[in-house]
């Protein structure tokens, strides 16, 4: 069975930067990445296909987050660069899949709590 | 990026209620639908995908219709465990967006 097994929660400094890794059981697959703050709604951050080497960025992240793969481990990581307060979120790691042209998240990871305080 | 506007924002109804859930997009997305339901400190859940198909085990009092930029989430006969927060999302662009969410409560 597919799992996505994320790292740990994290307390940074306004900033500074974190990576969250995500280890995907059972494949190679298409991962992205979607944060929500506490409180608030869903936001698509980006995605990364490792057997095509291709990312892809919300423009709202484009140049402050980089998402990269291991495809030796199956792990995805996401680093997030220039921390601020309202970064603080959980990120989820999720599995982007489809069924003929339609497109969908079909599996989540728990998510990943990374909070900025100084 | 493609604007995903829901209503209402959140809602209250009773066990056994039918409930209707609406999306709008920006521009015209098709049948680049999807609709997922979180509950507190939970992740996301696939319910439907483009526009009307049934994620698999999903119970058949979810249904999803429209296309172009209107579309709607209903839920035929509320049961206990439906309270949640329910989210519609493009696939239309590669660039995906999300609805800002309903909340669905206990009246």
């Known amino acids: 069975q597919v799992q996505l097994v994320q790292s740990g929660a994290e307390v940074k400094k306004p900033g500074s930067s974190v990576k969250v890794s995500c280890q995907a059981s059972?494949?190679?697959?298409?991962v992205t990445w979607v944060r929500q703050a506490p409180g608030q709604g869903l936001e698509w951050m980006g995605r990364?296909?490792?057997?095509?080497?291709?990312?892809t960025y919300a423009q709202k992240f484009q140049g402050r987050v980089t998402i990269t793969a291991d495809k030796s481990t199956s792990t995805v990581y996401m680093e997030m660069s220039g921390l601020r307060f309202e970064d603080t979120a959980v990120y989820y790691c999720?599995?982007?899949?489809?069924?003929?042209?339609?497109?969908?998240?079909?599996?989540w990871g728990p998510g990943t709590l990374v909070t900025v305080s100084s | 990026d493609i604007r995903m506007t829901q209503s209402p924002s959140s809602l209250s109804a009773s066990v056994g209620d039918r409930v209707t859930i609406t999306c709008r997009a920006s521009?015209?997305?098709?049948?680049?639908l999807n609709w997922y339901q979180q509950k507190p400190g939970k992740a996301p859940n696939l319910l439907i995908y483009?526009?009307?198909t049934l994620q698999s085990a999903v119970p058949s009092r979810f249904s999803g219709s429209g296309s172009g930029t209107d579309f709607t989430l209903t839920i035929s006969s509320l049961q206990p465990e439906d309270f949640a927060t329910y989210y519609c999302?493009?696939?239309?662009?590669?660039?995906?967006?999300f609805g800002q969410g309903t909340r669905l409560a206990i009246k």
């Open positions: 999720a599995r982007d899949s489809g069924s003929g042209s339609y497109f969908f998240i079909d599996l």
């Open positions: 059972g494949g190679s697959f298409t």
């Open positions: 990364i296909m490792p057997f095509a080497d291709r990312t």
């Open positions: 521009q015209n997305i098709d049948t680049f």
């Open positions: 483009g526009a009307a």
């Open positions: 999302q493009q696939s239309f662009s590669t660039l995906i967006t």
